[in-house]
């Protein structure tokens, strides 16, 4: 099901619920995504200033994909950047 998020906090019920519809313990979760407990309880309550890439792998590893959707006019933009990016990945 897709939701809109508009705030950090929630996400962070989006996170919880999902934790505990799979009657995942958070420090259970923490020990398999490589993060701490206090982590995961800041992303649950809603912290706003939590690190995006902490945030994304605890998603992934509570099976919640992340997609954006973004205005028509960007798309070209955003293809330039990504083979200007991979050129350089690949130099």
Do not use: C, W, Y
């Not at 099901?1 to 505990?20: F, N, S, T, Y």
């Not at 792998?57 to 006019?73: A, K, T």
Request: charged residues 25%; glycine residues 6%.
């Amino acid at each position: 099901m897709k939701i809109d998020i508009l705030h950090p906090a929630e996400l962070g019920l989006l996170a919880r619920a999902v934790r505990r519809s799979s009657k995942v313990r958070i420090d259970d979760l923490a020990a398999t995504a490589g993060l701490s407990k206090q982590f995961v309880s800041d992303v649950e309550r809603g912290k706003p200033t939590v690190q995006l890439g902490r945030v994304l792998r605890l998603l992934q590893e509570l099976g919640v994909s992340v997609s954006l959707d973004i205005p028509q006019e960007a798309l070209a933009e955003l293809h330039k950047l990504q083979a200007k990016a991979n050129a350089a990945f690949h130099a």
